[in-house]
């Protein structure tokens, strides 16, 4: 894998060295105001401060590592150039010598060729062989004997016929071929390592008709690589073909690159084989060790450069380190200032709620001290305000409470039997107060057998609707005992309640009837309120007993009338109630209506005023639901029996 893959690296170094959130991070559940604050605030600063340390990592990191690919290919290949300048020198100079064949002086040029490579830095020594054309076998034979001059030299016997033997094998030479250049071994001429280059002599047909070895200095050549910075700080070899060390950094017994198993040694090998030059990254994050080679030109050699990833990376790593501990003691000075702002709150909040115990068990006597102007201390001002109004609003539910207790005790408790009469009677109110009121009134120093019945319908609700039928109440329960007709009677309340209400604007309907089960006799009197309801059973027919008259509290002079019914018989049922039990609303906004009490008062007629009230009751609850009840409901029921 080459170091162009690094992009592809994910980011899992950064998150398991510097940001392990816990698996059961989901399971924190702050438990105080405090906490919550504190977690909740402190979270999404954390998560900032992590993705910016992830993208700055990331980023860091891609960019050290292409910096160091780039610095690595480029040393490698100028360290590889100077090997190949050296070798690239020499090789000039040799393939010179096919000049050599297209001149007239081949031997001249021969030797001053061979006499320029001889005097070239680096070079040990130059061997010379030719075939045996019998043999095929290489003779040596040393350039040196030819002279410094023309090949008709002043030398005799031998010397002159090794000048022949030269210039009769350069008539066949045609030009070289480099065969080969040794791996370094050491010689014990010069008592150091040296490497050869070894070119083979060819004729016009292409055979071998000599060789020329140049024994080079392998310490020459490598000099100007071993003794640079990048070679003595990180591991350098420099490997043939088949990975075989021909020099290295550390000298031991590490023979061929690969051999100790190190899968980045193994993957580089492999890549030297597919590229002229690379990177490659170890494994782990970050890599332990980041490889680089280099091929050269003029032999079959690599330089391969090996670096610590902790090293080329120790800039990131270092940022990394103090991003952490510089992040820490952010968060840290934040929850400690939060804890601070935080605390007050919380400590006025608690303060609040101990207030609010008080409260419940009934202490409105401890308000609470307003230090501050901000969000704190008007809550205390409106926490200390709502506590006096609350302290107000229990008094009020008290007197409620006692208004409600009164009104109860107004209406009668115990229906008070009355031969040849089952009277019954059931108030229910909406609120704790109301303004319906119903009476069974014994109408005495006149008739002692007949029974008043009365029911009424203040105007609005609560205490001043009750207040208002509390003194009607006590108007007729005192003008019954008094002389005159039903008419005379509500003639006189109406002239007591219409000066009670004359500034407020109220009124009070009223039905009022007087039964004389001895005589068998009705009278009553309607003052503004629906008619009641008169079931004969005899014939199954119910009539609304109607008549004029004006609600109370209106006019004080106006004269109301009496209407009569005679002729009374056993089983027929009188009925009077307000309009809060056919104005029932349901949830879908349907009314009761009279004709469902009609159809209630016909299916339970022949049982008691008190179970037919109880039925009528039921059915209301039922049609009604979980609908409020918005008005009160009021039943008076007088059956006629033996």
């Known amino acids: 894998m080459l170091v162009g893959s690094f992009y592809f690296y994910k980011s899992d170094y950064f998150l398991n060295g510097f940001n392990k959130i816990p698996n059961n991070l989901k399971m924190i559940r702050p438990k105080s105001l405090q906490q919550r604050l504190l977690f909740f605030m402190i979270l999404p600063v954390a998560l900032l401060l992590i993705g910016m340390g992830i993208a700055s990592f990331i980023y860091a990191r891609d960019v050290l ?43 001249i040029i021969f030797q001053w060729v061979t006499e320029q490579v001889k005097a070239q830095e680096g070079v040990v020594r130059l061997d ?10 290489m003779m040596p034979m040393k350039p040196g004997a030819m002279g410094s001059g023309s090949p008709m030299g002043s030398g005799m016997g031998g010397r002159q016929d090794d000048m022949s033997e030269m210039m009769r094998r350069m008539q066949r030479f045609h030009r070289t071929r480099i065969s080969n250049i040794t791996a370094p071994r050491f010689d014990a001429l010069i008592k150091n390592q040296t490497v050869s280059l070894v070119s083979d002599l060819l004729d016009k047909n292409g055979h071998t008709i000599g060789r020329l070895t140049v024994v080079l200095s392998f310490e020459y050549l490598v000099k100007n690589v071993v003794t640079s910075s990048w070679w003595q700080s990180n591991e350098g070899f420099l490997v043939d073909d088949h990975g075989k060390i021909l020099t290295g950094t550390f000298p031991g017994n590490q023979i061929e690159l690969g051999e100790t198993k190190e899968p980045l040694e193994r993957e580089t090998l492999q890549a030297i ?34 670096a ?74 409106s926490f200390n305000a709502m506590m006096a109004q609350l302290k107000e609003r229990i008094r009020l539910k008290a007197a409620l409470d006692l208004a409600m207790e009164v009104q109860q005790n107004l209406l009668p408790k115990q229906h008070n039997a009355m031969p040849g009469l089952d009277i019954a009677g059931r108030s229910r109110y909406c609120d704790e107060t109301g303004g319906d009121y119903y009476d069974f009134l014994e109408v005495c120093c006149r008739d002692s057998n007949k029974l008043g019945l009365a029911v009424g319908d203040v105007s609005g609700h609560g205490i001043s609707a009750a207040l208002l039928m509390a003194s009607a109440r006590a108007f007729l329960r005192c ?48 003052a503004g309120h629906d008619p009641a309801f008169f079931y004969d059973p005899a014939s199954d027919a119910i009539e609304e007993l109607k008549g004029e008259g004006l609600v109370l509290g209106i006019d004080a002079n106006y004269a109301f009338r009496q209407n009569a019914k005679t002729g009374l018989s056993e089983g027929q049922i009188l009925l009077i109630g307000t309009d809060g039990i056919w104005e029932t609303i349901d949830d879908s906004g349907r009314m009761f209506g009279k004709t469902r009490l009609v159809d209630l008062i016909r299916k339970h007629a022949s049982n008691s005023s008190e179970k037919l009230i109880q039925a009528i009751m039921t059915a209301l609850q039922d049609f009604r639901g979980s609908a409020k009840q918005e008005d009160d409901v009021t039943l008076a029921v007088v059956k006629i029996v033996d």
């Open 65 to 107: 590592l292409s910096q160091w690919q780039e610095a690595a290919v480029l040393k490698l290949q100028r360290g590889a150039n100077l090997v190949d300048m050296h070798l690239g020198r020499i090789r000039n100079w040799i393939h010179s010598l096919d000049k050599a064949a297209e001149s007239s002086n081949p031997d």
């Open 128 to 137: 010379l062989t030719w075939q045996d054309n019998t043999t095929n076998d």
């Open 273 to 306: 084989e597919q590229q002229p030059y690379g990177t490659l990254l170890g494994s782990g994050h970050p890599p332990s060790e980041v490889s680089g080679f280099c091929k050269l030109k003029e032999a079959p050699w690599t330089l391969v450069m090996i």
């Open 308 to 381: 610590p990833g902790r090293k080329i990376l120790a800039p990131i790593l270092r940022f990394r380190l103090y991003y952490f501990i510089t992040s820490a003691g952010f968060i840290l000075l934040i929850l400690l200032l939060m804890k601070f702002v935080t605390g007050q709150t919380v400590s006025a909040i608690k303060e609040v709620s101990r207030a609010a115990d008080r409260i419940a068990q009934g202490d409105f006597d401890q308000p609470l001290p307003v230090k501050t102007r901000d969000e704190v201390g008007h809550l205390m001002r």
């Open 479 to 526: 003008r019954v005992t008094q002389s005159g007709g039903a008419d005379d009677i509500i003639t006189d309340v109406n002239r007591l309640v219409t000066a009670d209400t004359r500034d407020s604007g109220h009124f009070m309907t009223l039905f009022y009837a007087e039964i004389d089960p001895t005589l068998k006799t009705l009278q009553w009197v309607r």
